[in-house]
């Protein structure tokens, strides 16, 4: 089992030691540490460097936007080992600052260019940026694949973007009682558009809503997205690794 997105970079985990070992014995055999600044991706692939099992991102997330440099970033990509898997996450969020699109949308698309110069895929962080996101990914296309990470839009938003090629993934909201949107995208979208994540410390999911996450809990999110789907947790994840493995090309 692939546990996506998570960020074991987080001041949260004061014991990497002991959120790998969790995932390792509960069955989670590899996971992607996202970032969302410098020190974030720095620490990402220090964490990347000493697990076997961790590959990571960099990239600069849309609330980090003022210390956005692409000279910085590329430096960090240049000098990344095999273990680098994407740029990400990567996007815009409106609903934590409106005042800055612009700035944003600026950082989204260098990055967008910078993950096609080194041919690597994005990982999209869009939050009440729907409409700009998709005009973005439309006038910039990246070329090595996009998902949109924690998916919370709505099902004709996911078809727009998988008649695009990109990718969703799902977190812990899709288990939450009231996510009726998510969990009909989750089960109506085709077999090959979608994978897993925990986005952990965040968005722990049922039943350990309210404790920290971590990714041995990516089964939880694996059991709900199959029930909806009408098949087995095992064949669930069979179909979701092979999507992530196909998308991040882990090394
Ligand atoms: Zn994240």
Redesign the pocket.
């Known amino acids: 089992m692939i546990d996506t997105?998570?960020?074991l970079n987080d001041e949260k985990y004061e014991n990497v030691d002991e959120i790998v070992n969790n995932y390792l014995s509960a069955g989670v055999d590899k996971v992607v540490c996202?970032s969302?600044s410098f020190s974030a991706s720095i620490k990402a692939g220090e964490i990347a460097a000493k697990y076997p099992s961790v590959y990571y991102t960099v990239g600069i997330h849309p609330d980090e936007v003022d210390e956005f440099d692409i000279d910085r970033l590329e430096s960090l990509v240049k000098k990344a080992s095999n273990k680098l898997v994407a740029i990400g996450?990567i996007g815009l969020d409106y609903f934590h600052n409106k005042e800055n699109k612009s700035e944003q949308i600026h950082a989204f698309i260098s990055q967008i260019e910078l993950a096609n110069k080194y041919k690597l895929p994005i990982v999209i962080?869009c939050r009440e940026a729907y409409g700009d996101t998709l005009d973005v990914l439309k006038q910039h296309p990246p070329k090595y694949g996009a998902v949109m990470?924690?998916y919370s839009g709505s099902l004709e938003y996911a078809r727009q973007i998988i008649a695009l090629g990109y990718k969703l993934s799902f977190t812990g909201n899709v288990t939450f009682k009231n996510a009726k949107n998510i969990k009909e995208v989750a089960q109506n979208i085709p077999e090959d558009s979608f994978f897993l994540e925990t986005?952990s410390p965040?968005l722990t999911p049922e039943p350990n809503r309210g404790k920290r996450n971590e990714p041995k809990n990516v089964f939880f999110v694996a059991a709900v997205i199959a029930d909806l789907r009408g098949i087995s947790k095992n064949k669930l994840s069979e179909i979701t690794d092979k999507n992530a493995i196909e998308f991040y090309k882990f090394k």
């Open positions: 997105h998570c960020h996202a969302s996450e962080h990470h924690c986005d965040y």
